[in-house]
């Protein structure tokens, strides 16, 4: 390795342990399963596994499952960097019920980074209509601010929208693979989810873009 070379990994990587010491003391905390999905418990874990530090979620044969950290969390702030293996149907939950939806829907029309949850009047209570936002055979970063019955939502440090939804106080956090033989072959790929818990009436942290 040259010189120039190797000043640019020690810059990098002194950048990279700079931006971990800030994010630990601003209170983000790394929510990512151990190697044997430790911290996580699924009903279906020939559809769930640790890949090189990553968490990797997939369906060959139309049916779906889920993950689910055993820990409860109530106000935070989530954010998590994924990719994805096209066509699919898949999402990160929160607070158990609700949900970060990573997909491309026509009814009604929307792309990654729509709010579902079960029992929702309109499906989703906002969506994306620019596909344009997500680096679709890249890796993206959604975040969620989630306090009280306020829940708002960024991809790729874009805003998707936000609502007031007092549904569900307190969950777990949860990726799916969603059934279907329409998304045979799928694959998400999680390498990061952090959490931060937030005090009552806390605001919202600018995502990263």
Not at 153 to 168: D, F, P, Q, S, Y
Request: glycine residues 12%.
């Amino acid at each position: 390795m040259n010189a120039l070379r190797r000043a640019l990994v020690v810059a990098v990587v002194a950048a990279c342990s700079a931006a971990w010491a800030e994010d630990k003391k601003a209170g983000w905390k790394c929510i990512m399963p151990g190697k044997d999905l430790d911290g996580w418990t699924t009903k279906t874990p020939e559809k769930f596994k640790m890949e090189d530090g990553c968490l990797v979620g997939w369906q060959e044969d139309g049916k779906g499952g889920d993950i689910f950290t055993t820990e409860e969390f109530d106000n935070f702030e989530l954010r998590f960097t994924y990719k994805m293996k096209w066509p699919a149907n898949s999402g990160v939950w929160f607070r158990t019920g609700y949900q970060f939806d990573i997909l491309k829907w026509t009814k009604p029309k929307t792309f990654s980074g729509a709010f579902y949850y079960p029992g929702c009047p309109t499906t989703f209570a906002f969506v994306n209509l620019d596909e344009s936002i997500e680096n679709r055979d890249d890796w993206n970063e959604g975040q969620v601010y989630a306090n009280g019955d306020k829940i708002i939502m960024w991809l790729n440090g874009r805003k998707m929208g936000e609502a007031t939804v007092n549904k569900i106080a307190k969950g777990k956090v949860g990726v799916q693979v969603h059934g279907g033989a329409g998304f045979k072959g799928m694959k998400i790929t999680i390498k990061s989810i952090e959490i931060r818990p937030l005090a009552k009436d806390e605001g919202p942290t600018e995502p990263k873009k």
